[in-house]
C-alpha cells in the first residue's frame, strides 16, 4: 500500500477491492433509532417533568418539514407534535396554501414539555441541538421551516445549524 499526502489529508491506495456493497438504512429503521436515542436520554429535567416523548408527525418522505420549539400541555397528553391551540393555527394555515397537514412532516426543537409550557432555554436546546440535526438529515427535506416567535429564531438556528 503506497501513501500520499495531497493538502493535509492522506489518500491510501491499495490493490484491495473495492466495497461496492452500501447497507443502505431506510428511514422507519434510522427514526426509531434516534426516537430510541433521544427517550434514553440522561440527565434531563425536561424529560422527568413530561408524560411523554413527543417525536414527530407526518409523512417522513415529505419534502416539507416544519420544526417548532417544544410540545406544549395536550402534546405531552397525545406524544404528537402540534395537536394543541398551535396545531390547530398550523392547520388552518396548510389548508390556507393547499397543504394537508397529512403531506407534511412535523417535529420539535425540543422533544419534551418544558414545565409550565415556557419556552425551551438556551441549554436546553443545546442539549437537543444534536438529535435534530440528525433528524433533518434523515428526513432531508427540500424546505425547512422553523415555527418560532419573531424574536427566538436566531439562536435557535444557530444552536440547531452550527453544531459542530
Given amino acids: 500500500m503506497q501513501k500520499y499526502n495531497f493538502i493535509k489529508s492522506t489518500f491510501n491506495f491499495s490493490n484491495a477491492p473495492i466495497k461496492r456493497f452500501v447497507k443502505i438504512e431506510k428511514k422507519e429503521d434510522l427514526l426509531k ?4 436515542e433521544i427517550s434514553n436520554i440522561e440527565n ?18 415529505s419534502s416539507i418539514m416544519l420544526i417548532g420549539e417544544g410540545p ?43 414545565p409550565e409550557n415556557r419556552k425551551p432555554n438556551e441549554v436546553e ?29 436566531l439562536y435557535i438556528s444557530y444552536a440547531v445549524f452550527c453544531l459542530k
Fill in 33 to 36: 433509532k434516534l426516537k430510541d
Fill in 125 to 153: 436546546i443545546n442539549t437537543y441541538a444534536p438529535f435534530i440535526k440528525k433528524h433533518i438529515s434523515i428526513i432531508n427535506p427540500l424546505s425547512l421551516i422553523h415555527i418560532s416567535e419573531p424574536t427566538r429564531p
Fill in 72 to 114: 406544549g400541555q395536550k402534546e405531552d397528553e397525545q406524544g404528537k407534535p402540534f395537536v394543541g391551540d398551535a396545531g390547530l393555527l398550523l392547520n388552518k394555515m396548510l389548508a390556507a396554501i393547499n397543504i394537508k397537514r397529512n403531506k407534511v412532516y412535523v417535529t420539535n426543537i425540543v422533544n419534551y414539555r418544558p
Fill in 44 to 61: 434531563c429535567s425536561l424529560k422527568n417533568n413530561s408524560n411523554n416523548l413527543v417525536f414527530a408527525d407526518g409523512d417522513h418522505d
